[in-house]
């Protein structure tokens, strides 16, 4: 076993079995909270299948709309992560779920364009701060490889929020209404409602730091606490630990564009999905069906695809290769007429969107610490989520535009193509910082 040279090999040993604990008791609740957010900000895809025509949304209406989520997200991220540094990780992310699993069930009573924009947009701010809360949490836990291999086990909610919910959401349509509101109404009801209930649970069940857990032994707090130390304490000597570090660091605004290209593909595919899969002619609860398939398939890809990059010596060819791969399976879709084919495409547009989400997190966690990945973390995740609403809204536009799928497509894939290539130019900033580079 690999261990840490200012470390004992058997305090090293004994970190590892707390780390291992600290993995099975964080991840099942974390991963449960992840799924529950990726689907309350998906799964107007599903209701736009009934609700656009119901409420006399165009096709750049509910892009726009559907896309401010991501502006409201921008808005409020950094200063979001900054209070939880500050309040803690416990009551910070159980506001957050509280509150967005309060507005996603209000969006069900939206009238029109401009309340259905305004929801959206509120969503957006309520959630601000929770992916990258999620991530500088880890960093309060986890070391090196550990903090890789937890954020890939974590990203595993994307594709799995799309296989349970899109299923669910295709039956919920197929309702027709029940009590004076409509299917659509129900769906965003059923699925806002578990945000609240776990943010409640939160309360009880997070602690903010390793010495904050009552389940870990005080020697077991003590050599934890030991081995982030040493290991932040690499990353502050060469990249500092200081808010100032990261904003003023370059690196953190190129990753931050990386981030803002695999979004655009993230969102604006994942958002457009159902309505994609309904021109093959199949019922709502099909279109549900199929397309949970390309996010079954990711999963199992995504999983592999960071165990490899994480042994690794070097992950960024991992990462640029994974959104290189969407973006010429984006591509080829547009020019395939058979429902099978284009799902085939689909799966691999996915599956290397997930695989490039999966290995691109350990990059800026391998060299921001303290205040730094506080703001920087945000930043990244803030700019990058600007991709949540131009991948949407383009699509939606251009779509109206042209009359089909097929030109913006097009246009999300180059965008890919682009983050793929800037992240090959950059490399990997944290290679020689830290633990990450030796465990």
Not at 187 to 198: C, D, H, M
Not at 289 to 306: D, K, N, S, T
Request: aromatic content about 10%.
């Amino acid at each position: 076993m690999p261990g840490h040279p200012a470390m004992h090999p058997e305090h090293y040993a004994a970190s590892e079995r707390t780390l291992a604990k600290a993995y099975r008791r964080i991840l099942p609740f974390i991963f449960a909270c992840y799924v529950v957010s990726y689907l309350d900000r998906t799964n107007v895809g599903f209701a736009a299948l009934t609700m656009n025509r119901e409420l006399g949304l165009t096709a750049q209406e509910f892009g726009l709309g559907a896309g401010l989520f991501f502006i409201g997200y921008f808005l409020f991220e950094i200063p979001s992560n900054l209070i939880m540094q500050k309040v803690g990780a416990r009551v910070w992310i159980a506001r957050i779920m509280i509150t967005w699993g309060l507005i996603s069930m209000a969006t069900a009573f939206v009238t029109g364009p401009k309340s259905f924009a305004a929801a959206r947009f509120l969503l957006g701010l309520a959630e601000a701060g929770f992916t990258p809360g999620i991530y500088l949490y880890f960093t309060h836990w986890f070391p090196g490889r550990w903090r890789a291999k937890i954020t890939a086990a974590f990203l595993v909610g994307i594709p799995v929020a799309n296989m349970i919910g899109s299923p669910i959401s295709g039956a919920l349509l197929q309702l027709g209404g029940l009590h004076g509101l409509l299917s659509w109404q129900w769906l965003l009801l059923a699925e806002g409602l578990p945000a609240i209930l776990l943010g409640i649970v939160c309360l009880f069940v997070l602690a903010d730091r390793p010495e904050k857990a009552r389940w870990l032994s005080e020697e077991d707090k003590q050599l934890l606490a030991q081995r982030l130390a040493l290991e932040q304490q690499g990353i502050a000597r060469k990249h500092g630990a200081r808010l100032r570090d990261a904003m003023t660091n370059w690196r953190v605004f190129v990753l931050a564009f990386v981030n803002f290209c695999g979004i655009v593909g993230s969102i604006g595919v994942g958002l457009w999905m159902p309505q994609i899969i309904k021109q093959f002619g199949v019922s709502h609860a099909v279109v549900g069906w199929l397309a949970a398939i390309p996010y079954a398939l990711g999963a199992v890809l995504m999983l592999v695809w960071a165990r490899v990059a994480n042994r690794a010596s070097n992950r960024v060819p991992y990462v640029a290769g994974a959104l290189l791969l969407a973006a010429a399976s984006l591509a080829v879709s547009t020019v395939l007429d058979v429902p099978t084919l284009k799902l085939m495409a689909l799966c691999l547009t996915v599956s290397g969107i997930l695989a490039f989400q999966a290995t691109y997190w350990a990059i800026p966690s391998g060299f921001l610490t303290g205040r730094a990945a506080a703001g920087g973390l945000a930043l990244i995740v803030s700019v990058g989520n600007l991709g949540g609403f131009v991948g949407p809204s383009m699509i939606g536009g251009i779509k109206e535009f042209s009359g089909s799928f097929t030109a913006p497509l097009l246009a999300v894939a180059c965008v890919m193509l682009v983050g793929a290539l800037t992240i090959a130019w950059l490399g990997d900033p944290g290679a020689d910082a830290g633990e990450a580079s030796r465990t």
